[in-house]
């Protein structure tokens, strides 16, 4: 089953976006595992690639 793919950008302070390494999982509704999310950074920001099921999502980033 597809579905639907958002790209969710995040700006983060500067701080944030030194060369320290970010964890981005997703939870899906009805899911008890997380899964991983392919992110990238960019000048001031993070940039996720996050499936939407079932209208929402939750994200974790740490």
Not at 4 to 22: C, G, I
Not at 23 to 48: K, N, Q
Request: proline fraction near 5%.
């Amino acid at each position: 089953m597809e579905y639907e793919t958002v790209r969710l950008v995040l700006r983060l302070p500067e701080f944030a976006m030194k060369e320290r390494h970010a964890v981005c999982e997703i939870l899906h509704p009805g899911s008890d595992d997380a899964m991983p999310i392919h992110s990238e950074r960019r000048e001031g920001s993070l940039e996720l690639e996050v499936s939407v099921r079932n209208g929402w999502q939750t994200s974790v980033i740490s």
